[in-house]
């Protein structure tokens, strides 16, 4: 897994993202040590889930998102409020 | 407060077809996008096929930013280390210059200047966030704080449409939405050429089956650019919901596989990219309009059974586009006068193709998801064995490959309780035909 998160950071600096100050993903922490499956961890493939295991905590950026949505449709306790960043902000892909 | 005639949501290809249509028509339109340009939000597999562009735009090669014609295509099966290739070459499809591959984040802005050009007002960097609705009627778009009222708001704001959910008009299947993750290398076009045997300026799709995707959709792409390669993978999102499917890690696969790292070694990434796409079809028709609101594009569901998205997106912003010509001389923008959007979209053959779809992704749904992956790879595999067979010569009995063809296919329909016996049966058949054959092969050398 952190080999993953490696990998996905380095793919990362290669993507413009114009970040906001302002979060576009609320994500209800509180919930998710209840969730068994927690795919959000796997399935964001930009690596911006995480779990925290000392603190028992999911550990959540916004920042690096690419705006796939994926997180906003798998989530199975309904704990990810998803919207797009404010125009102008967000991920800015020169060669889509 | 101001009010214009038609608000168009989104400046991707359905959206800026729709303005542009409009803006000829002399229908006073806003055409709203959320990036800093056209296309930077934007992400595709992007093989251009032209003929709807064509009739917007007949000139359009001399000033579209296009990557390489492609008159070349294959069907590649891959096994986890082999591979078969159906390739194909269409000489017709050369001529009449069908399919370019391009950019998103270059085509789109290209395309919505051409609506702007035409008349329409574009404004960037503008999120739709709610509809106004007055008596359950749209009546306009909030931006923030600001409003702007409009007779009608075309929704071409994409698979996570805001006009759409705010209508009421989409609610989320995702069995048949597809998360594509996708990378653009770099590669010298000397070098591309080479590897892919073209001739200059030419360039090839290769639509990839099986491995590494057997258990998830079966389907992933390569195909070239001027200088670089886009290559993606795509899961269903329920797979990925259900068994935490990693797209990333399946891309790595894809590059490691021996056929596929042949064309992309020396590449450097240039960039990376990931994007939901539906298979079309998700939509009754009833939910493409409402009171004072049209859905096309993505937002609509108009994507096609092999997730060609773009040219039924723009035809389907010029149909809404007809739509509204038609709601502006009537001076009525209720459901009844969209409901003629239908009319125009039947004189298209969208609306087969978005049943085609539905009847795909149902198919899909409810089995064939299961079995079609995996068969790829078992064509493979046996094809591998029987080859081995057939070449050894030495086998008067040849190995039963058809016997185990069918082990394997009731394998992917059964429930799972039942599967791992009858993998436990393909395997001992494997062996022990290998071990008589070992045998019968030592005999007939005695």
């Known amino acids: 897994m952190k080999e993953r998160k490696k990998d996905i950071e380095d793919k990362l600096t290669k993507v413009t993202i114009n970040e906001d100050k302002e979060a576009h993903i609320v994500v209800k922490k509180e919930l998710c040590p209840e969730c068994e499956g927690k795919p959000c961890i796997p399935a964001c493939p930009a690596a911006n889930y995480d779990w925290e295991e000392t603190e028992d ?21 309904d704990a990810i409020e998803w919207s797009y960043p404010r125009g102008g902000y967000g991920v800015a892909y020169l060669w889509g | 407060m101001d009010k214009v005639q038609c608000v168009v949501v989104g400046a991707g290809p359905a959206g800026s077809a729709c303005a542009l249509s409009l803006a000829r028509k002399g229908i006073e339109t806003v055409l709203l996008e959320r990036g800093a340009h056209a296309g930077e939000k934007n992400v595709a597999s992007f093989v251009l096929f032209t003929p709807v562009l064509r009739q917007l735009i007949p000139d359009f090669e001399a000033e579209a930013p296009l990557e390489r014609l492609v008159d070349d295509q294959s069907f590649i099966y891959m096994g986890e280390k082999d591979f078969f290739q159906i390739r194909m070459r269409f000489q017709n499809h050369a001529d009449k210059k069908m399919a370019y591959t391009a950019y998103r984040s270059k085509f789109d802005a290209w395309f919505a200047e051409k609506a702007r050009e035409a008349g329409a007002e574009l404004l960037t960097n503008v999120l739709v966030t709610d509809l106004l609705m007055e008596d359950g009627r749209v009546v306009g778009v909030k931006v923030g704080e600001e409003e702007l009222l409009a007779d009608v708001v075309v929704g071409a704001d994409g698979i996570h449409t805001v006009v759409g959910r705010q209508a009421g008009l989409v609610s989320d299947d995702i069995r048949t939405y597809l998360l594509g ?73 894809l590059k490691e596989h021996p056929f596929i790292h042949s064309l992309v070694t020396g590449s450097k990434l240039r960039e990376y990219q990931a994007h939901i796409i539906s298979n079309g079809g998700r939509m009754d028709l009833s939910d493409l309009y409402s009171d004072g609101v049209l859905l096309c594009g993505e937002a609509g569901g108009f994507n096609d059974y092999l997730y060609i998205g773009v040219p039924p997106g723009m035809l389907s912003g010029m149909m809404a586009a007809n739509t509204v010509e038609y709601a502006v001389k009537k001076g009525d923008y209720s459901a009844e006068t969209m409901e003629e959007y239908i009319s125009f979209l039947e004189k298209t053959s969208l609306l087969r193709l978005l049943d085609n779809s539905r009847r795909a992704s149902d198919y899909l749904v409810k089995g064939g998801r299961r079995t079609l992956p995996a068969h790829i790879r078992n064509v493979v595999e046996i094809i591998d064995k029987s080859m081995e067979d057939e070449v050894t010569y030495l086998n008067p009995e040849p190995y039963p490959a058809g016997l185990e063809f069918y082990f394997r296919i009731i394998e992917n329909w059964v429930p799972g309780l039942l599967r791992k016996p009858i993998k436990v049966v393909i395997k001992a058949l494997s062996l022990l035909s290998s071990a008589l054959n070992r045998r019968k092969i030592r005999k007939a050398l005695q």
Not at chain 2, 188 to 193: C, F, H, L, Q
Not at chain 2, 206 to 225: H, I, K, Q, R, W
Request: net charge negative.
């Open chain 1, 57 to 77: 905590q999911l550990i959540f950026n916004y920042e690096g998102c690419l705006e796939c949505g994926t997180c906003r449709f798998i989530c199975p306790l």
């Open chain 2, 181 to 253: 993750v996708k990378e653009i290398l770099d590669l010298d076009p000397e070098v591309i050429d080479e590897r892919f045997q073209l001739e200059k300026g030419k360039g090839v799709v290769y639509e990839t089956f099986g491995y590494p995707m057997d258990d998830v959709t079966g389907a992933s792409t390569l195909y070239t650019n001027k200088d670089s390669l886009s290559i993606a993978v795509f899961g269903w999102i329920d797979a990925i919901k259900e068994r935490g499917i990693d797209l990333h890690d399946r891309l790595q696969q």
